[in-house]
């Protein structure tokens, strides 16, 4: 549970490295002094020399006792009495907004003024206590700074205090019998004449460990930071430093060794956050522009205080550009490989499939009752023509004897005496294609461009009625699929049948080339027999028949 906690606490912290807040105090803080001393009152929202105006506040006559005036922007108290109690207000003006505070003074009547604070210190820990005097140091007019417990003169058994010349007081290895009101009295000659100041604090010893725990660094740890030269950068560092603000705790950042007061281009400020009953200092040093020298040397985060000092590293890198421009390129060149994988795959793809198909043969398919590979239909003129010569010599010669193709051609396959129609319809269904050979000598008879209009020759009535029952089977079952065959240059679609059309545009045409000559060669066209065969069914049908 233990450690489940200080993981929620330092989430919560972490959070707040990156979020910025800003708060205006709403309970009064509150000075507690005693009459007939010296007080330095400093508005707590300005910076000493500031243009800082006070009023009193609480009472219908807001301007300023006797004895109580203004010097440099603090409120001056030439001594303290018991009408000077209550509450004051400042305020600083800036170009854009009003800036107000209150602020109360509690005067008592003894020697020793009452505690303002509590300050918990660890058994047998060495500590310093502040005098919380600042202003009052500052003239430069002290001539005694001394300490009284319980409103008397310190006296310890062992190691006794020491007193700094900033008024801190130092407490070798605390024990129980050090716990008490401890009051820090500072004697200055001011305008001719003596006067003391006083301030007091509760010191409570304590055997919690956590009060003065060893500070920590939390982040960063060995961090490293991608950075672009002369851009603008924020280092955070988040130190836990136990159960209670300490004011002798300190953070400071180097850089290669030096203080950041060497470098101008250095901001440091820091702030206390407290998570789940633990306090952490967030320390940020901003740095205006990155310059080259900063980069690959050690910044440390210092957190310091009586019983420990911890650092914490991080480094700054310039930020490689590299690995993005190897991503871009590795992505391009995979890209132009698989377009170029895809164009060849579309390039090849009637060879990659006939190669397949010799591969596949071996383990053809099932029988699918068809007789026929392919039902050839061309145009019966009176004389030889080239589409004649290429369906019963050269399209046999290739599909039928080099490749094991059955085919049906009319005029070579019909028997005379036999019902024509019957016989063409039957033949069709039984075939897996249905060639049609088209030449440029085709036209019709009339300029229509219905299923009627068929060429003028011979035996069309025949070729009309194997188109009308091949191409009708072809658009409504898909089956036999149609082969057109262009041969003696382009053909003249709008003298043929509207289906033919629609074939057209949908899968295109084969072309058949002649030679120089005017001749058709049996090797020649290699591309134009690669494109039949791969329309063509992949499994002849003699080798269904073998199988079976």
């Known amino acids: 549970m233990e450690v489940a906690g200080w993981v929620c606490s330092l989430a919560s912290l972490l959070s707040l490295m990156f979020t910025v807040t800003h708060s205006h105090r709403e309970k ?127 006296k310890r058994q062992g190691e006794p205090i020491s007193v700094e010349v900033d008024g801190t007081m130092r407490l070798p290895r605390a024990s129980e019998r050090d716990s008490g009101k401890y009051t820090c009295l500072v004697d200055v000659y001011l305008d001719g004449r003596s006067y003391t100041s006083a301030r007091s604090i509760q010191l409570n010893i304590d055997n919690d460990p956590r009060v003065s725990a060893c500070p920590e660094v939390v982040y960063p740890q060995e961090t490293v930071n991608m950075v672009e030269v002369g851009a603008r950068v924020d280092l955070k560092c988040v130190a836990y430093i136990g159960v209670t603000e300490e004011d002798d705790t300190s953070v400071y950042w180097t850089v290669d060794g030096d203080f950041t007061e060497d470098h101008e281009e250095l901001d440091v400020s820091q702030e206390y956050n407290k998570v789940r009953g633990r306090v952490y200092i967030l320390s940020t040093l901003s740095i205006s522009k990155v310059p080259r020298k900063f980069l690959n040397v050690p910044i440390r985060c210092h957190v310091k205080s009586p019983v420990g000092e911890k650092d914490g590293v991080v480094w700054l890198q310039e930020a490689d550009h590299s690995a993005l421009y190897t991503n871009v390129a590795v992505c391009l060149a995979a890209t132009l490989t698989l377009l170029a994988l895809a164009a060849a795959l579309l390039f090849f793809k009637v060879n990659l499939v006939l190669a397949s198909r010799e591969v596949m043969r071996h383990f053809s398919k099932s029988p699918d009752g068809k007789l026929y590979d392919a039902f050839v239909s061309y145009l019966h003129p009176d004389t030889l023509s080239s589409a004649e010569s290429f369906a019963l010599q050269i399209l046999p010669e290739k599909l039928e004897k080099q490749h094991g193709y059955s085919l049906y051609i009319r005029g070579r396959d019909d028997c005379p005496g036999e019902a024509m129609h019957d016989l063409i319809a039957s033949t069709v269904q039984r075939c897996r294609r249905l060639i049609i050979i088209l030449s440029a000598e085709a036209k019709s008879s009339t300029d229509g461009k219905t299923e009627e209009a068929c060429p003028i020759h011979n035996d069309q009535n025949q070729l009309c009625y194997e188109q009308k029952v091949g191409l009708h089977d072809a658009l409504t079952q898909n089956e036999p699929r149609v082969i057109l065959v262009e041969i003696d240059g382009p053909v003249d679609y709008s003298h043929l049948p509207e289906s033919l059309h629609f074939i057209k545009r949908k899968q295109g045409a084969l072309k058949w080339k002649t030679t120089s000559l005017g001749t058709h060669k049996l090797n020649s066209n290699r591309h134009f027999w690669k494109n039949l065969r791969y329309h063509m069914p992949s499994v002849p049908a003699g080798t269904h028949q073998t199988v079976v």
Not at 103 to 128: F, H, M, N, W, Y
Not at 136 to 142: D, F, M, P, V
Request: with cysteine; proline share 5%.
């Open 28 to 154: 009064i803080d509150t000075f507690r002094v005693s009459a007939g001393h010296l007080f330095l009152l400093k508005c707590l929202i300005g910076a000493a020399h500031t243009n800082v105006t006070w009023s009193r506040g609480g009472k219908h006559n807001q301007s300023l006792p006797a004895g109580v005036e203004v010097r440099d922007g603090l409120l001056w108290f030439l001594p303290l009495q018991m009408s000077h109690n209550g509450t004051y207000n400042c305020e600083i003006r800036t170009e854009d907004k009003l800036l107000r505070m209150e602020l109360g003074v509690s005067v008592s009547s003894g020697e020793c003024p009452d505690p303002a604070d509590t300050k918990p210190i660890t058994q047998g820990v060495s500590r310093g206590v502040s005098c919380q005097q600042n202003e009052i140091i500052r003239l430069n007019k002290t001539q005694n700074i001394r300490w009284l417990k319980d409103c008397q003169p310190v």
